[in-house]
Each structure stands twice: as structure tokens, then as C-alpha cells.
């Protein structure tokens, strides 16, 4: 079977570790995985092979020279017209059997036209999309949330789920609690598959003797909490800051280690850490290389994921909890639905109050107090990302997913 995956994101094909582990998994079960993605930059390989898998990247010029009232018109319909043409010469070209949509923004384009050609369709849901556009948005200026709100409908998107989802072979989630919500949808159970953002243990490099030894060292005099990743309204960032004045009386050795922050994201932790005079006790430190990244983690205490309460953050859960995991680290997260259940089933950490930075302290200290739950804590998250929470159980769901639709294919 040929599968066509369909990366719509406006950034390079690849690195995207979802997209690379879920083919690696493919292929090494004998299917064939073929990737159309964005022409980013102008001067990438129109194709080229992927890796030492049996999968290729197709990459297409996208120009977006839509009007203002058309491109108004495409984020109402959630057309992606831009795509449409692209996705013709795709499948025309490369034969899928099946094509595989990575998140919800392509799904209909998608379907529209596989359905032209009688190509079954799964969508791969990374995030639960209408929450998670209503969360990106809750930090911005009124007149932009506003806007967005418009463009970007919360119960319009949830319209368009609705339309679209029960008309797709398979339905992927991340997590149990994001297929609660499609079921409301009337969408077959069995019709939604399960594969989590966890880690494979083949190839992601959880070795304390493999950290850098110039950031290890550096952080060695201090109490390290970190937060490492993106940085929004919902990641939670705001409510660790608010809980460092509470925290230093404590752990007079603390610090809170940021890393992955962009320019425009310093900008704002600056005016925070200024504000709650802060400065002594936070570090920030700009995007690195996945390469560097494990070293930052190493470095630390205790890891955080603090996502703030939203809709979206109930329905997901990022790779880097089970990455702090898998690195023996003890983990600090909020109660948002995924997050708890995970840590308090594995016992991989302490969970706190979402958006209560008071006891987001209290816990702190607590694990800071207590080093040897600390370490029982790191032991049973490794144990979980090594066995329940092993990506080789998400890889394994996929393949028979697969399998099945094979199956069906085959018959007709």
C-alpha cells in the first residue's frame, strides 16, 4: 500500500518529530509513505527520499495571491484553496492509495478532492483545532482576538468537524479525552484510533553520559525547574513566573531555566520578570537543536508542564512530558485531564492546581524537600516511557489501523 501524507504546515518538511516517527513506523511494516509538503525554502529538492525508509518528499511551491475577501472566504470555508492545486498534481502523480492529513486545517481540501478519485481519507488529528485556534488567540490584542474569533469560529470549526470527520476512514487523536469529544460527533468508536505523542526509545537519546557537559556544569550550583518549548497563552509560562516570588524563600538556590524562546517571546518574559523583579532567578534561553535540547534537560530538577486551563489543553499532551520521562526527570504539571491522569496513573511526578501559581510553589518546594521521592518519581516515569507509554504501542495501533484499511481496500 502507498500512503500519501499531507503536511500543510508553513515551515519546512522536515523536522517534525509526529510526522517522522509515524513514518519510520510505516515503512518499517513494508508500506510505502510518500510526503507532499510546502517548498520550503525555495531552493529544496522537489523530491527526494527520506531517510533510509522506502518514503519520499514531494514539495510544492504553495502562493498564496488571494485577495483580502478571498482569503476571508477560504478561512470561513476552510477551503485552503491555495492547496488545491498541488494536491491534484499529487495524486496524480504519486498514485497514493490512501492519503493521511496531518491536522484538521487540511482536512476537507483534502477530501474534496480524494473523494473526486474515490481515495480514502485519514485525518490525523495533532490538536484539537477549533480549542486550540481559541487558545492561540487569547493573548493577543483585542481587535486581533476579535478577528480571529470571526475567521477562525470556534463553533464554525466545530461545524466543519462535524461535516467533514464522519466522511474520513480513520480519525487519529493523541489522547482518550480528544476522542471524547468526537464521539459527541456520532463518529463509530472504532473509527477513532489512538496514537500518542510518546517517544521511541530506538532513537531518542536519553543517555546522562551523552549531555553536554558545558550546560550540565553550568547549572550545577543551582535548583533547576525547567520549561523547555513553545511558548503561548496556554503553555502556562505566566503562572510558573507568578510562582518564583513564593518559591526563592524556599529554594534560595532556584532556578527557573526557559528554554526555546523566540525574540518576540523574551520580549514578553522580560516585561513579566521585571515586573515581579525576578531577574536573579530565571534564566532564558533562545531555540536550540534537538541535539542540545536533552542536555538542557539533564541539567534539570524538575521538568515542567504547566499548560494553563483551556479547552484545548484538556484534549492534548505534549511530546516532551514523555521525553522528560524517558530522561528519568521527575515532572511538575498541571491538572488539565491528560497531564494528570498520565502522571498520576505513573506516579512520574506532582501534579498541581492549573493556573494556581501558589500552589505550583508549594509543590515545588515540597519536591525540592524531598529528594528521594524525587528520585523513585524519575524511575517511575522511565518505567512507564519505556513500557505502557512506550511509542512502540502508539507505532502498533497505527500499523493495524493500516492493516485494516488494507484490508478493506483489498476486498473491494
Not at 470571526?150 to 464554525?156: A, F, T
Not at 511530546?319 to 522528560?324: E, G, M, N, P, R
Amino acid at each position: 500500500m502507498h500512503i500519501g501524507m499531507v503536511y500543510g504546515e508553513n515551515r519546512a518538511f522536515p523536522p517534525d518529530i509526529r510526522v517522522e516517527k509515524e513514518i519510520a513506523a510505516l515503512c518499517a511494516a513494508g508500506y510505502k509513505v510518500t510526503v507532499l509538503a510546502k517548498r520550503i525554502p525555495e531552493e529544496a529538492n522537489l523530491k527526494e527520499k527520506f531517510s533510509n525508509h522506502n518514503a519520499y518528499v514531494v514539495r510544492k511551491p504553495i502562493t498564496d495571491n488571494l485577495k483580502k475577501m478571498e482569503r476571508r472566504i477560504d478561512a470561513l470555508s476552510m477551503r485552503q484553496s491555495v492547496w488545491q492545486e498541488a494536491l491534484k498534481e499529487f495524486v496524480k502523480s504519486e498514485h497514493p492509495d490512501i492519503l493521511h492529513v496531518h491536522d484538521f486545517m487540511m482536512v476537507p481540501v483534502t477530501l474534496a478532492i480524494a473523494q473526486e478519485r474515490r481515495i480514502p481519507v485519514v485525518a490525523d488529528l495533532h490538536e484539537n483545532m477549533p480549542a486550540a485556534m481559541r487558545a492561540y488567540r487569547a493573548g493577543s490584542p483585542l481587535l486581533q482576538r476579535a478577528k480571529s474569533a470571526i475567521l477562525y469560529n470556534y463553533y464554525l470549526m466545530r461545524w466543519h468537524e462535524r461535516r467533514v470527520l464522519c466522511r474520513c476512514a480513520k480519525v487519529i487523536v493523541v489522547v482518550p479525552e480528544a476522542a471524547e469529544r468526537l464521539y459527541r460527533y456520532r463518529l463509530d468508536r472504532d473509527q477513532v484510533v489512538l496514537v500518542s505523542n510518546t517517544e521511541d526509545e530506538t532513537t531518542f537519546r536519553f543517555s546522562p553520559e551523552e549531555a553536554d557537559s558545558s550546560i550540565t556544569e553550568r547549572y550545577r550550583d543551582y535548583w533547576v525547574a525547567s520549561y523547555i518549548g513553545g511558548i503561548g497563552p496556554h503553555r502556562g509560562l505566566d503562572t510558573v513566573l507568578r510562582a518564583v516570588p513564593s518559591i526563592r524563600p524556599g529554594i534560595p538556590n532556584f532556578l527557573l531555566l526557559i528554554v526555546g524562546a523566540t525574540d518576540m517571546d523574551r520580549e514578553g518574559i522580560d516585561v513579566m520578570i521585571n515586573k515581579l523583579g525576578i531577574s536573579e532567578n530565571v534564566e532564558v534561553v533562545g531555540w536550540q537543536p534537538s541535539s542540545k535540547v536533552n542536555s538542557y534537560v539533564m541539567a534539570s530538577d524538575v521538568c515542567l508542564v504547566p499548560h494553563n486551563d483551556f479547552e484545548h489543553t484538556h484534549t492534548t499532551v505534549p511530546h516532551k512530558l514523555f521525553q522528560y520521562m524517558i530522561c528519568r526527570k521527575p515532572v511538575l504539571v498541571s491538572s488539565c485531564r491528560p497531564l494528570a491522569r498520565i502522571v498520576n496513573e505513573t506516579k512520574a511526578g506532582v501534579i498541581y492546581d492549573v493556573n494556581n501559581s501558589k500552589d505550583l510553589a508549594d509543590k515545588l518546594i515540597f519536591m525540592n524537600q524531598n529528594p528521594d521521592k524525587l528520585k523513585e518519581m524519575g524511575n517511575h516515569g522511565q518505567s512507564a516511557a519505556l513500557g505502557k507509554y512506550a511509542w512502540k504501542h502508539d507505532a502498533a495501533r497505527l500499523i493495524q489501523m493500516y492493516q485494516m484499511l488494507e484490508n478493506v481496500l483489498l476486498k473491494k
